[in-house]
Protein backbone atom coordinates (compact mmCIF):
# COMPACT_ATOMS: atom_id res chain seq x y z
CA UNK A 1 0.00 0.00 0.00
CA UNK A 2 1.52 3.61 -1.10
CA UNK A 3 -0.17 6.88 -0.20
CA UNK A 4 0.73 9.61 -3.20
CA UNK A 5 0.28 13.04 -2.64
CA UNK A 6 0.80 16.17 -5.37
CA UNK A 7 1.95 19.31 -4.82
CA UNK A 8 3.58 22.60 -6.88
CA UNK A 9 1.00 23.18 -9.06
CA UNK A 10 0.18 26.76 -10.14
CA UNK A 11 -0.78 29.61 -12.75
CA UNK A 12 2.49 30.02 -15.00
CA UNK A 13 2.72 32.52 -18.48
CA UNK A 14 3.43 30.31 -21.27
CA UNK A 15 7.54 29.72 -21.52
CA UNK A 16 7.57 29.59 -17.58
CA UNK A 17 8.20 26.67 -15.37
CA UNK A 18 6.94 24.66 -12.59
CA UNK A 19 8.27 22.21 -10.68
CA UNK A 20 5.75 19.56 -9.81
CA UNK A 21 6.42 16.98 -6.46
CA UNK A 22 4.50 13.61 -5.99
CA UNK A 23 5.25 12.91 -1.91
CA UNK A 24 4.68 9.19 -1.31
CA UNK A 25 4.05 7.31 2.17
CA UNK A 26 3.66 3.60 3.38
CA UNK A 27 5.90 0.72 2.76
CA UNK A 28 8.26 -0.21 -0.11
CA UNK A 29 7.85 3.12 -2.28
CA UNK A 30 11.18 2.25 -3.99
CA UNK A 31 9.93 -0.41 -5.62
CA UNK A 32 7.42 0.90 -7.28
CA UNK A 33 7.64 2.86 -10.56
CA UNK A 34 6.07 6.49 -10.67
CA UNK A 35 3.76 7.88 -13.83
CA UNK A 36 2.69 11.28 -14.00
CA UNK A 37 -0.55 11.61 -15.71
CA UNK A 38 -2.71 14.61 -16.99
CA UNK A 39 -6.08 15.31 -17.43
CA UNK A 40 -6.93 18.33 -19.57
CA UNK A 41 -10.10 20.82 -18.71
CA UNK A 42 -13.34 19.55 -20.41
CA UNK A 43 -12.07 15.79 -20.93
CA UNK A 44 -13.46 13.88 -18.14
CA UNK A 45 -12.36 10.01 -17.74
CA UNK A 46 -9.10 10.69 -20.06
CA UNK A 47 -5.71 10.85 -18.12
CA UNK A 48 -2.56 11.27 -20.65
CA UNK A 49 0.42 9.65 -19.00
CA UNK A 50 3.35 12.04 -19.54
CA UNK A 51 6.07 10.78 -18.20
CA UNK A 52 7.18 7.58 -15.76
CA UNK A 53 10.06 6.25 -14.07
CA UNK A 54 10.96 2.71 -13.30
CA UNK A 55 12.23 1.72 -9.74
CA UNK A 56 15.71 1.31 -10.93
CA UNK A 57 15.77 5.15 -12.47
CA UNK A 58 14.83 4.53 -15.99
CA UNK A 59 12.61 6.89 -17.84
CA UNK A 60 9.84 7.24 -20.54
CA UNK A 61 8.10 10.31 -21.76
CA UNK A 62 5.08 11.28 -24.13
CA UNK A 63 6.20 12.53 -27.12
CA UNK A 64 4.89 16.26 -26.64
CA UNK A 65 7.10 16.72 -23.47
CA UNK A 66 10.05 15.24 -24.27
CA UNK A 67 13.08 18.11 -24.39
CA UNK A 68 10.71 20.21 -21.93
CA UNK A 69 9.84 18.04 -19.35
CA UNK A 70 12.07 15.74 -16.76
CA UNK A 71 10.75 13.29 -14.42
CA UNK A 72 13.00 12.30 -11.42
CA UNK A 73 13.57 10.22 -7.97
CA UNK A 74 14.50 10.37 -4.45
CA UNK A 75 13.85 7.16 -2.88
CA UNK A 76 15.64 8.14 -0.02
CA UNK A 77 12.62 10.71 0.60
CA UNK A 78 10.37 9.34 -0.81
CA UNK A 79 9.65 11.75 -3.80
CA UNK A 80 9.42 12.01 -7.20
CA UNK A 81 9.37 15.42 -9.03
CA UNK A 82 8.58 16.38 -12.54
CA UNK A 83 10.50 19.42 -13.65
CA UNK A 84 8.44 21.31 -16.34
CA UNK A 85 10.17 23.83 -18.51
CA UNK A 86 8.86 25.90 -21.90
CA UNK A 87 5.25 25.59 -20.35
CA UNK A 88 2.70 25.95 -23.07
CA UNK A 89 -0.97 26.44 -23.38
CA UNK A 90 -2.29 22.93 -23.98
CA UNK A 91 -0.17 21.68 -20.63
CA UNK A 92 -2.87 23.19 -18.38
CA UNK A 93 -3.96 19.93 -17.04
CA UNK A 94 -4.73 18.79 -13.27
CA UNK A 95 -1.59 16.30 -12.64
CA UNK A 96 -2.05 13.21 -10.96
CA UNK A 97 0.96 10.90 -9.77
CA UNK A 98 0.39 6.78 -9.84
CA UNK A 99 2.12 4.12 -8.65
CA UNK A 100 2.57 1.24 -10.93
CA UNK A 101 5.38 -0.88 -12.96
CA UNK A 102 6.77 -0.67 -16.37
CA UNK A 103 7.78 -3.63 -18.62
CA UNK A 104 9.34 -4.69 -21.85
CA UNK A 105 12.76 -2.92 -20.72
CA UNK A 106 10.84 -0.03 -18.90
CA UNK A 107 9.15 1.02 -22.54
CA UNK A 108 5.58 0.38 -20.94
CA UNK A 109 3.89 1.43 -17.83
CA UNK A 110 1.18 -0.24 -16.13
CA UNK A 111 -0.38 2.03 -13.58
CA UNK A 112 -1.60 0.40 -10.32
CA UNK A 113 -4.55 1.72 -8.29
CA UNK A 114 -2.65 4.01 -6.48
CA UNK A 115 -3.53 7.59 -7.19
CA UNK A 116 -2.85 10.73 -5.89
CA UNK A 117 -5.23 13.56 -5.48
CA UNK A 118 -3.84 15.42 -7.98
CA UNK A 119 -2.58 19.46 -8.66
CA UNK A 120 -3.61 21.94 -11.00
CA UNK A 121 -1.45 23.50 -13.40
CA UNK A 122 -2.83 26.57 -15.19
CA UNK A 123 -0.77 27.85 -18.59
CA UNK A 124 -1.68 31.23 -19.19
CA UNK A 125 -1.01 32.65 -23.29
Known amino acids: QVQLVESGGGLVQAGGSLRLSCAAS????????IGWYRQAPGKQHQRELVAAISSGGSTNYADHVKGRFTISRDNANNTVSLQMNNLKPEDTAVYYC?????????????????WGQGTRVTVSS
Open 26 to 33: GSKFSIYA
Open 98 to 114: NAGTTYYNHSYYLPYDY
